[in-house]
């Protein structure tokens, strides 16, 4: 288990609606905390380098076997704007932050942010560690939540096989206890890829959590001022602990 140590009463407090979380397996890092923090604090966060496209870290740590990281990077995005009376394609700076943590006990790794926040931390290091990262499965630990849902209220089965039928999709309330979910995934071998639903933290609170078992993504939609530090972690231990 990871020796990271954060109070119960942490409160984490997302800059969007909710709080987007990405999980990965590292393989062939072979390095320890002090270490990998020291090689991630050289690559520091300068924009002026590459005019607002550079990425690197503003702040980097080791607490026991896990190598915290504040993360940021600038992307190119395309907008059409209009120029002399005609849509052209114009291009802006947009800079995403992200928490990163490297457990090196457990072989994950948590990013904190957006995709592109996760898939530019990802690349980088495996650029610069030669280590191989992978998405974290989250067919385990989703089925654990899934079973303890409040109510589930989207679900996607994927892999099925039915005739023509590949995937199938279902809306509305109380979809844990229709007996098609079952179906799909018993009789015609299809697996639950992705859900949405709400369930029971450790805090007391119900949140809405949507889980997106290949991709190895969770979004934890805020109540109030943001998300406890206690939830975040249950979640994470039991998603990382359920991965094959």
Do not use: C
Not at 201 to 230: C, K, W
């Amino acid at each position: 288990m990871s020796s990271k140590k954060t109070s119960k009463f942490t409160l984490i407090k997302p800059r969007g609606m909710g709080l987007s979380v990405h999980l990965f397996r590292h393989s062939g890092l072979e390095t320890t905390s002090t270490k990998l923090a020291s090689l991630l604090r050289g690559i520091s966060y300068s924009p002026k380098k590459k005019k607002g496209l550079a990425s690197g870290f503003t702040s980097v740590r080791a607490s026991g076997d896990v190598v915290i990281g504040e993360f940021v990077s600038g992307f190119r995005v395309p907008v059409l704007a209009y120029k002399a009376g005609e849509l052209a394609s114009v291009h802006y700076i947009s800079i995403d932050r992200g928490t990163v943590l490297v457990k090196l006990d457990r072989n994950t790794i948590e990013v904190r942010g957006s995709r592109r926040i996760a898939n530019k931390f990802t690349r980088l290091l495996e650029d610069t560690t030669r280590a191989k990262v992978t998405p974290l499965s989250l067919n385990g630990g989703g089925k654990k939540i899934y079973d303890r849902a409040v109510d589930i209220a989207a679900v996607l089965v994927t892999g099925v096989e039915k005739g023509n039928l590949t995937d199938a999709e279902f809306r509305g309330s109380g979809i844990q206890s229709e007996e098609e979910v079952g179906l799909y995934t018993r009789r015609y071998k299809g697996q639950i890829s992705r859900f949405r639903g709400t369930f029971s933290y450790p805090s007391g609170a119900i949140l809405t959590t949507s889980v997106n078992a290949l991709a190895g993504s969770l979004m934890i939609y805020r109540v109030g001022d943001g998300i406890q530090q206690r939830d975040l972690d249950w979640i994470i231990d039991l998603m990382e602990a359920a991965a094959p």
